[in-house]
Nanobody
Framework: QVQLVESGGGLVQAGGSLRLSCAGSGRSFSSYAMGWFRQAPGKEREFVAAISRSGGTTDYADSVKGRFTISRDNAKNTMFLQMNSLKPEDTAVYYC????????????????WGQGTQVTVSS
């Protein structure tokens, strides 16, 4: 089992950047495929980005391709989401997620979730 804690959210102007972090507990962080999701007020939670166990393969929602970059440092049990060229529509609570898997591919299906961090982009 892994516990996930997000950080790095905040208030930023449109066009700005933020870097989210997700710290995982335990000694088998590299056994988990990881991802980011977000939920805006009044909307369902949506997929943002995913990364394979090794970090070698990534997957992005069309809405963030070219602006967001997902990465991970397994030695530090941490995953990141670099968000550039932020838009007001990126405003949401961002959640990190994990799934224990033997696959070397990213997934959009997770069973462990963090508590979320708020990202607000002002126009």
């Amino acid at each position: 089992q892994v516990q996930l804690v997000e950080s790095g959210g905040g208030l930023v102007q449109a066009g700005g950047s933020l870097r989210l972090s997700c710290a995982g507990s335990g000694r088998s962080f590299s056994s988990y495929a990881m991802g980011w999701f977000r939920q805006a007020p009044g909307k369902e939670r949506e997929f943002v980005a995913a990364i394979s166990r090794s970090g070698g393969t990534t997957d992005y929602a069309d809405s963030v391709k070219g602006r967001f970059t997902i990465s991970r440092d397994n030695a530090k049990n941490t995953m990141f989401l670099q968000m550039n060229s932020l838009k007001p529509e990126d405003t949401a609570v961002y959640y990190c997620a994990a799934r224990n898997t033997r696959s070397e591919f990213p997934t959009r299906d997770y069973n462990y979730w963090g508590q979320g961090t708020q990202v607000t982009v002002s126009s």
